[in-house]
């Protein structure tokens, strides 16, 4: 069958499902539409073309991608042979959003209420499929007949694309093995240790096929209760993990902020299926945080100064104070920070303040004066003058504008 032929016949079963499919040749504009017009029409994200456009210029040919999203809607995508045109399918969504489970994952997003009825709406309109594994294996034979079997699986993230919800397969539990057998318990800590140095390395892809093979491993079921066995399983691999990002030289505060939800996580899962699910969310989680800040600053003391704002944006962050508090001449600071950061401290604290006073004005009601308070701007002239210079707008137009965009989007719902 040519490539051209197979395209065709996996768009028609997927139609036929009911899943939006598209076909699109780089570079391409307009592409609000590939999440069903959730963020430009109903959260009012202005950007969303761009963002889809800088996911898709990094697309490389045999490999297939799953993205699985903060509403829990799933994308995948590849890049045809032609190395120009971008199959895409989504979004879907694997367990039907309503009642109280839709209200448990609003309850997760950080969200105003007055997008309540709009989300709910959405979630109405969606494809569901009952199964991700047939969803996920039609895309990887389509992968494997157009690339071979060097084909490869990306689950990967995006600013928007920033959680993976993928299933774990079940550890094996063997009564008529011991548990002290010294053979099992060394396989077992070997492939704990590969599974280690994948994710301080950020291979994805190698760490869910660790992750695959743990079920040859024997493990012992320390209590009489499978689901609370299995969430002391999970919280022990989100320490494992939590070392390894640590040991890259990633900073404490990105990796203790996770590693504190994913524990707060494990505590409401109510089956052990769903503890073999959120076992692999952990690991490809700690393989972005260790993408995402292992190299951005090779400087420690540069990655401290980034953390302190990261941190509390309300502080006193000149350089004058960061220096005195890390014990280093501020001249030497100013240069490393401008060096390593293409930017001055004084305007990538400004943008830093911005870009957040922007998020709290589209997304909550608090008002303009407590918004520049929380981000470190105590005039408040100053702080509407500031954004001004930065946002083209002045705080109060920002969100008017971001309102009526939400309006605009509920109405055309």
């Known amino acids: 069958m040519k490539h051209e032929e197979l395209i065709d016949f996996t768009q028609k079963i997927l139609e036929t499902n009911y899943l939006p499919v598209y076909k699109f040749t780089l570079p391409c504009e307009n592409l609000e539409h590939l999440d069903q017009g959730l963020r430009y029409h109903i959260l009012g994200v202005k ?5 889809f456009q800088d996911l898709f210029e990094k697309l490389k040919p045999g490999k297939v991608y799953f993205n699985t999203d903060l509403f829990q809607c799933t994308f995948a995508f590849l890049l045809l042979p032609d190395e120009k045109t971008v199959f895409y399918c989504g979004p879907v969504v694997f367990e039907k959003m309503q009642g109280e489970r839709f209200e448990e994952l609003f309850s997760s997003l950080p969200l105003k209420k007055t997008y309540h009825d709009a989300i709910q709406t959405y979630y109405q309109r969606l494809p569901f499929l009952g199964s991700y594994a047939l969803f996920e294996s039609l895309f990887l034979e389509l992968g494997k007949k157009l690339y071979g079997n060097s084909c490869e699986i990306v689950y990967s993230n995006t600013d928007f694309f920033d959680h993976w919800n993928n299933a774990y397969k079940h ?7 011991p548990f002290s057998n010294i053979d099992v318990i060394e396989k077992r800590y070997e492939s704990e240790n590969m599974l280690i140095n994948a994710v301080a390395s950020g291979r994805e892809s190698q760490t869910l096929e660790l ?11 320390r209590t009489t209760n499978n689901l609370r ?7 022990t691999l989100n320490t494992l993990l939590r ?3 640590e040991q890259t030289g990633v900073h404490p505060i990105h990796i203790d902020a996770y590693s504190n939800c994913n524990v707060v996580m494990l505590e409401s899962l109510t089956s052990p299926q769903q503890c073999l699910r959120a076992q692999q969310t952990i690991a490809l989680g700690y393989c972005r945080i260790i993408k995402e800040h292992q190299h951005q600053i090779h400087s420690p003391l540069i990655r401290k100064v980034v953390a302190y704002l990261e941190t509390d944006l309300s502080a006193d962050l000149t350089l004058n104070n960061l220096a005195s508090h890390l014990g280093v001449n501020a001249s030497y600071l100013s240069t490393l920070f401008s060096k390593e950061m293409g930017t001055s401290l004084t305007d990538y604290v400004n943008h830093y303040r911005i870009e957040h006073a922007q998020t709290l004005l589209a997304n909550t009601d608090v008002p303009i004066k407590d ?20 946002s083209g707008v002045t705080p109060k137009a920002w969100r008017e504008s971001t309102s009526i965009l939400n309006r605009e989007g509920k109405k055309s719902l």
Do not use: V
């Open 371 to 390: 918004i520049a308070l929380r981000c470190g701007i105590g005039d408040i002239h100053y702080f509407t003058r500031l954004f001004k210079k930065i």
């Open 229 to 235: 066995d299995m969430k002391n399983y999970t919280i």
């Open 211 to 221: 992750i695959s093979k743990f079920e040859t491993w024997l493990l012992p079921q």
């Open 243 to 245: 070392k390894a990002a």
């Open 171 to 177: 550890c094996l539990r063997d009564q008529e093995h």
């Open 47 to 51: 950007n969303t073309s761009q963002f």
